[in-house]
């Protein structure tokens, strides 16, 4: 068995998830990143985790596939010997009017965002039961708490982690395991980046217009979470001092929830 406790962050080569993988790295764990990429392209996240003394290698699943999550923590156990930490962060995203969404994409978002939760978490839990210490934590938004036009399956979903978040604290309760969802707002990472550029160009817009009156319109901070924010509260999670936090739904959202 590894004597360093073992971190799984799904979803994890750029954004949230990388930055939620180097808090962890910097703390001691070794840490499994992943994501649908082939392993090349992961290769310059690979590279922002070196230094850290951590054993950190990237594992390939495509999360959409029934089977990708069970093959995942096999994999994980398999080359580390255990799986302590479980941050299932991967996701993605469609906007579109309800009567226009793709059905093909409707169930992919689920598949992603939803499914592979339930995969991941069902395949870790036998892992963590048995040792007595375990550590999951389920990246859900601000829309797992309130809704919004046009994102129908991703509101739905993030509803959905959040729910089953709770359902298997209470069920791990008694066996030193907790469950938590992080509730991020809008935070700022190269995709959103990325979107208010091409925002701005749609509207004819200056970026910082895009970014106060459509993006942190519902934010009344009016600025981005930072991935590291989001990183240090997984980080905290992950300690000893948050044994008694469980099936919380917490909020970094800049008071978008407040409201």
């Excluded at 939620?20 to 922002?48: C, K, M, W």
């Excluded at 046009?150 to 209470?170: D, E, M, Q, R």
Aim: charged share 15%; glycine share 10%.
């Amino acid at each position: 068995m590894n004597k360093k406790r073992v971190a799984l962050v799904t979803g994890s080569t750029s954004g949230i998830g990388l930055s939620i993988a180097r808090r962890l790295a910097a703390l001691g764990y070794d840490v499994a990143i992943n994501s649908f990429e082939a392993a090349h392209d992961a290769a310059p996240a690979l590279q922002t985790l070196t230094g850290t003394g951590a054993d950190v290698r990237y594992f390939q699943s495509d999360l959409a596939l029934t089977g990708g999550g069970y093959d995942l923590v096999g994999e994980v156990v398999a080359a580390y010997g255990q799986l302590d930490v479980l941050v299932n962060n991967a996701g993605i995203q469609k906007v579109a009017p309800i009567e226009d969404f793709p059905p093909q994409d409707w169930h992919r978002i689920i598949a992603v965002s939803l499914d592979s939760a339930f995969h991941t978490i069902r395949a870790a839990l036998p892992g963590m039961t048995e040792r007595g210490w375990g550590r999951i934590i389920n990246i859900a938004s601000a829309h797992g708490l309130r809704a919004s036009p046009f994102k129908s399956a991703y509101v739905a979903t993030k509803h959905a982690v959040i729910g089953l978040t709770k359902t298997v604290a209470l069920e791990t309760a008694e066996k030193g395991i907790t469950v938590n969802a992080i509730c991020p707002g809008y935070v700022w990472t190269p995709l959103v980046a990325a979107q208010v550029a091409d925002q701005a160009r749609a509207h004819g817009m200056s970026e910082e217009q895009v970014m106060r009156e459509i993006f942190l319109a519902p934010q009344p901070t009016r600025q981005f979470v930072q991935p590291e924010e989001i990183a240090e509260m997984a980080a905290y999670l992950c300690g000893d001092l948050a044994r008694s936090i469980t099936g919380s739904a917490i909020s970094i959202d800049g008071g978008w929830t407040a409201k």
